[in-house]
């Protein structure tokens, strides 16, 4: 059974940071791409930041500069630092896993970690 928890979430001040984590089990973390999205009230869920299974990171133009994302394969566990924040990051944020492989792809998502950054 596949399960991706993720922790760190929290209420920030503008200007503060948070660093959230997604704790993998039942894949081979690996080889799969890993990726950061979030859902603002009222928006649509989007993408935030990704990293693939060799390493190569995108980041959101939203964020470039101020969000970092990382790996630890050995943790099986996907990491968002995150600075400098602002008002407008506060959402729900969601990670993902993805495997591509020829036919089709296995994706998962975690249960979300709430976000707030007060102005």
């Known amino acids: 059974q596949v399960q991706l928890v993720e922790s760190g979430g929290g209420l920030v001040q503008a200007g503060g940071s948070l660093r959230l984590s997604c704790a993998a089990s039942?894949?081979?973390?690996?080889?799969?791409?890993l990726g950061w999205y979030r859902q603002a009230p009222g928006k649509q869920r989007e993408l935030v930041a990704t990293?693939?299974?060799?390493?190569?990171?995108n980041y959101a133009d939203s964020v470039k500069g101020r969000f970092t994302i990382s790996r630890d394969n050995a943790k099986n566990t996907v990491y968002l630092q995150m600075n400098s924040l602002k008002p407008e990051d506060t959402a729900v944020y969601y990670c993902?896993?993805?495997?591509?492989?020829?036919?089709?792809?296995?994706?998962?998502w975690g249960q979300g970690t709430q976000v707030t950054v007060g102005s």
């Open positions: 039942g894949i081979i973390f690996s080889i799969y791409d």
């Open positions: 990293i693939t299974n060799g390493g190569s990171r």
């Open positions: 993902n896993t993805v495997w591509n492989f020829v036919g089709g792809e296995y994706s998962y």
